[in-house]
């Protein structure tokens, strides 16, 4: 199948042949007549499989197309928000603005962002001006509505990314507060790796008899990626982790690591050893974590360390190394966590750094992807068996409740039928505005680390 077969407009078209993408990918060929069909969609996609052009370029169209049946086109079109796109971190609603932009390149839309971290007064300003795309975290977004500074009233289509994130507990009532602000006749989309049956059914509530587009089983990870186990005792992992990097000559890996005070120790055990770092977390300002994830990006930084934060639809092109050097006490935190390498049909290395305290994770994410995943030791990291397995603590920050750490777990911990619902949140409402500060203050108590506002 050929972009130029699915009915979309040339300007679209145009913009499409000039990323070089040559023809659409499965989910796109999909997804993309249902939406121009109307439809409202729910589509589970491995990540890194072109979901965002899966939606956009539809939406653009439809765009295109009520343009042309109202004549606007004609004139310069009013500008007033259509489009909403709904992401849970702040990095991923900035890289869809992108692709937004590159996408609508020939089309007289304006698009923009935003979300928490920065200053609010820039949002304001531009949208003021006017947009008729609006991408967003849905805390800055609930301040600007609630500040009347946008408009959500003629909203015709919404985008959740990452859609199971944004319907479960950390988003789920600024989700149910969005949705009163825009109207009921819309098209909604929900796209994501990973859907729970919870979810599907919370999904429901959301749209109306959506068209569900799936384009390779649920929860599974891409057999591109390569995957690897090392077990290995907890003090030693800092070290094993250096000699990965080292004697395999890595250039650019993306490290996982349970907490923010995790991220920045292990950050700083690199730099003495020599190897340049940076670490990405809800405790740094959004400059840095735009800084760090670009100098990564750009290959001047060679190890990002990052939360869970990072886990989601971030896009880093060619990334040959994901290492989970904690396990995610969420098992479909794993697929995503991996999902950064292995994109676009490329090839990617994933190793996981077990200790014996994470046996049960290793368990609950073998049985949500029903794979086993190889397990490799190295020599002179070899467990000790003496070591008894110690229960990780609530946050998995060491007891920091509250302090940042990612998620709490309960007593069903590494069992993979916990869905997500039953998480807490604990990250991601800083910055607010300060009317705000009080229900963002709530709201935090509720994020995990792989949540923004
Ligand atoms: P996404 O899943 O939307 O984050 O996209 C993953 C990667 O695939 C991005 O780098 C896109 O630029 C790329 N991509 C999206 N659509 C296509 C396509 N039809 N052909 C080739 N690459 C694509």
């Known amino acids: 199948m050929l972009f130029t077969s699915l009915g979309l407009s040339d300007p679209i078209l145009k913009a499409i042949t000039e990323t070089g993408y040559t023809k659409p990918t499965p989910i796109q060929a999909k997804a993309i007549p249902l939406v121009l069909e109307g ?18 370029l539809p939406l653009l169209e439809r765009m295109v197309q009520s343009h042309k049946e109202t004549g606007t086109h004609k004139g310069k079109p009013r500008r007033h928000v259509r489009a909403l796109i709904l992401t849970p971190t702040r990095e991923l609603a900035a890289q869809i603005l992108e692709n937004v932009e590159m996408y609508a390149k020939y089309l007289p839309y304006k698009a923009t962002v935003v979300f928490g971290g920065v200053n609010i007064n820039r949002h304001i300003a531009t949208l003021k001006e006017g947009v008729e795309i609006l991408v967003a975290t849905p805390g800055r977004l609930l301040d600007l509505a609630s500040q009347k500074h ?7 289509v919404l ?26 006749k819309r098209q909604t989309l929900l796209f994501s790796a990973t859907f729970s049956k919870e979810i599907k059914t919370l999904a429901s509530g959301f749209q109306t008899n959506p068209a569900l587009v799936e384009v390779a089983a649920q929860n599974k990870t891409a057999d591109r990626i390569a995957q690897l186990v090392h077990p290995v005792d907890k003090k030693k992992k800092k070290d094993l982790l250096v000699k990965l990097i080292k004697d395999g000559q890595w250039k650019q890996v993306l490290v996982f690591t349970r907490t923010k005070h ?20 809800g405790n740094k300002s959004q400059g840095a974590r735009t800084k760090a994830l670009a100098g990564f990006k750009e290959n001047r930084i060679r190890v990002l360390v990052a939360t869970d934060i990072a886990a989601r639809g971030i896009d880093i092109d060619m990334l040959p190394h994901v290492v989970n050097f904690e396990l995610p006490n969420v098992p479909e935190d794993y697929v995503h966590r991996i999902g950064r390498t292995g994109r676009a049909g490329r090839e990617g290395e994933a190793v996981s750094l077990v200790c ?29 068996p003496s070591i008894a397995a110690e229960p990780i603590n609530q946050g998995g920050g060491r007891g920091r409740r509250g302090g940042g750490q990612s998620r709490s777990h309960n007593s069903s911990r590494g069992s993979s039928s916990r869905g997500s619902n ?18 963002s203050r709530s709201r935090s108590r509720n994020r995990s680390s792989s949540s923004d506002s």
């Open 39 to 56: 439809r409202d969609v729910l589509a589970a996609a491995q990540t890194g499989t072109g979901k965002t052009a899966g939606f956009t």
């Open 159 to 184: 985008v959740l990314d990452e859609a199971d994130r944004m319907l479960d507990m950390g988003f789920i009532h600024d989700m149910k507060k969005v949705v009163k602000l825009i109207p009921k």
């Open 262 to 281: 995790g991220a920045n120790k292990l950050c700083e055990h690199l730099e003495q050893h020599g190897i340049q770092s940076a670490a990405i977390h």
């Open 356 to 384: 014996v305290d994470e046996n049960d994770f290793l368990r609950g994410i073998e049985r949500l992807i029903s794979q086993k995943i190889p397990k490799e030791v190295v020599v002179g990291f070899e467990v000790d």
């Open 150 to 156: 946008v408009d959500l009233s003629r909203v015709e």
């Open 422 to 439: 039953d998480r807490k949140r604990s990250e991601g409402g800083e910055n607010k505005s300060s009317n705000s500060r009080n229900r």
